[in-house]
């Protein structure tokens, strides 16, 4: 399931939403949080996890650079440290290709609807 972020005005996401929105297992993300000092969401007193829009950012950067391209833990923390906001707008912009390849197929499902 993916986090609808633009027509969400939550503020807070459970492990378990944040996990299946990235799919991967809710350990990984807890063992990002040791290895990445960018992840940290915010704990209740019970201790349950509580993601921002910022901690779901932070983690798509990891991800994209240690699940897409491949790089170590300790590479990811190295290109974190000297380029993470250029990792940022690589992902960013991703996302908005993603997007704009979706509203094209919907467009293209419309279209050849309309027509049958």
Same mark, same amino acid.
């Given at each position: 399931m993916k986090i609808d972020?633009?027509?969400?005005?939550?503020?807070y996401y459970s492990l378990r939403e944040?996990?299946?929105h990235f799919k991967v297992n809710e350990s990984l993300l807890r063992f990002w949080e040791g290895e990445?000092?960018?992840?940290?969401?915010?704990?209740?007193?019970?201790?349950?996890?509580q993601y921002t829009k910022a901690d779901i950012e932070n983690i798509a950067i990891v991800y994209h650079l240690? &699940?897409? /391209?491949g790089l170590t833990l300790e590479?990811?923390? !190295?290109? @974190? &440290?000297? /380029?993470?906001?250029?990792?940022?707008?690589?992902? !960013?912009? @991703?996302?908005?290709l993603e997007q704009i390849k979706k509203e094209l197929m919907d467009m293209e499902r419309e279209f050849d609807d309309s027509i049958d």
């Open positions: 972020f633009e027509n969400s005005n939550r503020l944040v996990a299946s990445f000092d960018i992840i940290r969401p915010r704990k209740t007193e019970g201790g349950t996890r240690v &699940r897409e /391209k590479g990811a923390r !190295q290109t @974190l &440290r000297q /380029k993470k906001d250029e990792e940022a707008r690589k992902i !960013q912009v @991703l996302q908005k």
